[in-house]
């Protein structure tokens, strides 16, 4: 392990420390200290209206009085029902100064799928967009939620399109709120709210953040993130971007904040960093290329399908996204194909990251200014980092570098576990590794490389195929914009590899002629027996592309 370890130190760039020293705080006070240090530059902007680090943590302690007030206290799970908008931040910070957990909830989720995790968090408050109250209504049945907070988005943008944003976001369902749920509105409930002060507790103990995982799929099952878990990541993450300037950057916020890397890489980074962040609810690619154009943005989060769509829009409206420093590319594998499109469009520094909501969630980035960045993989363990490559079998026995198995992680940005789950905790952490899931090899130089999840392995006839590696051939044939590949049933071979591929605007292709493409560049059994052409590929929030909707299309 120690030579395994001294192999990605090795490879660190000379300005990165392999350890650091992390302070034991709460996380509401990166906003204290970062608006004593830049009271009145942006925080935020949201639709062109602008919000000062001081009006920000103003709001945040009126929120933390506002729930003293109305009751709740440490421990206390307060919901969030919210796309990127200034009220989010102000109802995450706020619930964080009173040792309150925050409980991330997906908009795009069914009523029903929001009252499982409202359910199984046990929240008591909800904090809901108003164009999402009605599905909220719904949801908050037969849950512990007792109060329901209304944030009005034309409380947050320019008096001059409040009544278009009114208009546009009313809910559009009906309304009917339980009986035993009260009903206030946010934004003056805050501005009669008095200023709450800090709750003593100890960050290390204390969770933060609900992450749900799988909330789709089966059972939902969140991730319990302490102060401490997502205070140490946020400063392993600013030791890795060394150069970045405190005060001085643009982030564009447009992964949403109720994901793991859309609240750490976006949100908390950019408070840590005193940034200013432009707030998009959901992602457009034309808007996202122009606001980078009209705000000089330094930096974008995301995800590869999104750094596409960037460039091409940039490039076909012509607009100048040169302003970008850095993107760091992470939940799911960057092609080179995108990496090359990008970095041609826009000059900037395109590396891919590695994390899961488990670890707060970043654990490997590719070295950005400093040091090689390695197309294809995700580059090397954080500071304090300490990662493992075991068989599939057992998931005991170290493995040598260039061999492939399960990746196993420790550090302190590690999850405490998994709330009301101690069977599911068991399993994912023991004797101190996070076990991943995710099957992966580490080389001579300490770079690590996800082969692909262990559930999504294609097994034909014997033969393990990896998504991935189909994927980047696929990505290799000019007339492809997105593809993904899936197992499908077989009834000789197991299972056969099939692709669902969108052609690029203008383009058109034959089953044959993706498959001949295939066959001169890999094995045979790799090769997809089966290829579907669509418009468009199902994708989660972020950005993810659903493979579980596409296998599932494909038994019908």
């Not at 122009?290 to 330094?298: D, F, L």
């Not at 696929?474 to 071979?493: C, D, F, N, S, T």
Request: net charge neutral; with cysteine.
């Amino acid at each position: 392990m120690k030579e395994q370890q001294a192999a990605w130190i090795r490879s660190y760039p000379a300005a990165v420390p392999p350890s650091l020293t992390y302070p034991e705080i709460p996380l509401s006070a990166i906003l204290r200290d970062t608006a004593a240090r830049f009271p009145r530059a942006t925080a935020t902007i949201f639709y062109g209206a602008r919000m000062n680090y001081q009006d920000l943590y103003d709001g945040a302690r009126s929120f933390a009085g506002l729930l003293s007030e109305l009751g709740f206290g440490l421990g206390d799970r307060i919901g969030l029902l919210m796309p990127n908008m200034p009220s989010f931040i102000i109802a995450y910070y706020g619930t964080a100064q009173i040792g309150g957990a925050v409980v991330q909830l997906n908009p795009l989720l069914t009523a029903r799928e929001l009252r499982a995790e409202l359910q199984d968090s046990g929240a008591v408050c909800l904090v809901v967009a108003e164009p999402l109250l009605d599905k909220a209504s719904e949801a908050v049945k037969e849950t512990s939620v007792r109060m329901i907070l209304v944030s009005s988005l034309t409380s947050y943008v320019p008096w001059f399109i409040r009544f278009i944003v009114k208009k546009k976001t009313r809910p559009k369902g009906s309304v009917t709120i339980p009986a035993s749920v009260k009903v206030l509105p946010l934004e003056s409930s805050l501005r009669s709210a008095p200023q709450g002060k800090q709750v003593d507790f100890d960050p290390r103990e204390t969770i933060l953040s609900f992450q749900y995982t799988g909330g789709t799929t089966g059972l939902p099952k969140a991730a319990m993130l302490t102060h401490f878990n997502l205070v140490a990541n946020l400063h392993q993450v600013s030791a890795w971007v060394y150069r970045l300037e405190d005060g001085a950057e643009v982030f564009v916020c447009v992964l949403p904040f109720f994901h793991s890397y859309g609240m750490t890489v976006g949100m908390n980074f950019a408070i840590l960093k005193g940034a200013t962040m432009v707030l998009l609810p959901t992602f457009d690619p034309a808007q996202t290329a122009q606001a980078i154009e009209k705000y000089r943005a330094t930096l974008l989060p995301g995800v590869p399908p999104m750094y596409l769509a960037v460039a091409h829009h940039a490039q076909r409206q012509k607009l100048d996204i040169s302003s970008l420093k850095v993107c760091v590319s992470g939940g799911a594998p960057l092609p080179r194909e995108i990496h090359d499109r990008f970095v041609r469009a826009t000059g900037a520094k395109l590396v891919e990251g590695y994390g899961l909501s488990e670890a707060s969630p970043v654990t490997h980035v590719n070295p950005i200014w400093d040091g090689e960045n390695r197309i294809g993989s995700i580059g090397l363990p954080l500071p304090d980092t300490d990662c493992r490559i075991v068989d599939l079998e057992t998931g005991t026995q170290d493995l040598p570098p260039g061999q492939e198995g399960e990746l196993l992680i420790r550090g302190p940005q590690v999850m405490k576990g998994y709330w009301n789950r101690p069977d599911e905790t068991a399993h994912t952490l023991r004797d101190g590794w996070l076990y991943t899931g995710d099957v992966a090899s580490m080389d001579e130089d300490g770079y690590f490389r996800i082969v692909d999840r262990k559930k999504d392995l294609v097994i034909v006839g014997g033969f393990n195929v990896y998504p991935r590696e189909v994927e980047e051939v696929l990505y290799q044939h000019p007339k492809i914009q997105e593809v993904a590949v899936v197992g499908v049933h077989h009834a000789v071979r197991g299972e056969i590899v099939k692709a669902f591929v969108v052609l690029k605007p203008g383009e058109s292709a034959t089953e044959a002629e993706i498959v001949s493409f295939c066959r001169e560049r890999l094995a045979n059994y790799k090769v997809p027996r089966e290829v579907e052409f669509v418009k468009e590929l199902p994708k989660s929030a972020v950005g993810k592309i659903l493979r579980r909707e596409l296998r599932d299309a494909s038994k019908r």
